[in-house]
């Protein structure tokens, strides 16, 4: 079966404009969330989707923001980029959120 | 402190060599997470477990609940386990729920 797709893998942004990363789980899967990995701060929650519904959601500011769509694909979206925002955005889908977990490749983002 | 804390940080190892990665944690868990993460980012979900031990080819892992402690021992070690082995925890309470808690990492090479 197909795996997490993440799109694009990467994007160079300039600091001030926004960007949206898309996510489509693995069929069937209803429970999608997002993960922010730097050198500095390791892996960080972000948020979590199911059945297009925000669940739950890390320490970040409401500059990063998400939804999820009726097929479960969902998007993050990071509006204002500062340069701090350079990261790899991973997301990782799961049935319901009580099973393991299937990780996309990642997004690389480069904020300049 | 982190909630997770894993050692060492770095480990070296000669092929062939038995391999352990120790994860402490100071949360509520309703699951503790084993993932290896390549260079070029991409994350593998190796073990979901809540009790007991759990193996998979090479590799084992064993959570002590009372103790809040897992680990992940590499029998027979080879240069392809050369990743980033992370552990992650799901916090107990507030119903299923993809807010994974992660270690920082530990980084191992396997040298021929």
């Known amino acids: ?112 | 402190k982190n909630e997770v804390e894993q050692s060492p940080q770095n480990l070296t190892a000669q092929e062939g060599e038995f391999i352990t990665i120790n994860c402490s944690y100071s949360v509520g868990i309703s699951a503790l997470h084993w993932l290896q993460q390549h260079p070029g980012g991409g994350i593998v979900s190796l073990f979901m477990l809540s009790s007991g031990k759990k193996k998979h080819g090479r590799l084992i892992a064993t959570i002590n609940i009372q103790e809040k402690h897992s680990s992940l021992h590499i029998t027979a070690s080879h240069p392809r386990d050369s990743a980033v082995y992370i552990c992650a925890v799901s916090p107990s309470g507030g119903g299923a729920t993809n807010k994974l808690i992660f270690g920082t990492g530990t980084l191992l090479a396997v040298q021929p």
């Open chain 1, 1 to 112: 079966k197909a795996g997490v797709t993440q799109t694009p893998r990467y994007l160079i942004k300039t600091r001030g404009q926004q960007v949206t990363l898309s996510c489509s789980p693995i069929s069937g899967h209803r429970s999608v969330s997002w993960y922010q990995q730097t050198p500095g701060q390791g892996l960080q929650f972000l948020f979590e989707y199911f059945s297009e519904t925000q669940r739950n959601k890390g320490n970040f500011p409401g500059r990063f923001s998400g939804r999820q769509f009726s097929n479960s694909r969902s998007e993050m979206n990071v509006s204002t980029l500062e340069l701090g925002d350079s990261a790899l955005y991973l997301c990782a889908s799961s049935f319901d959120g009580s099973y393991g977990y299937t990780f996309g490749s990642g997004t690389r983002l480069t904020v300049v």
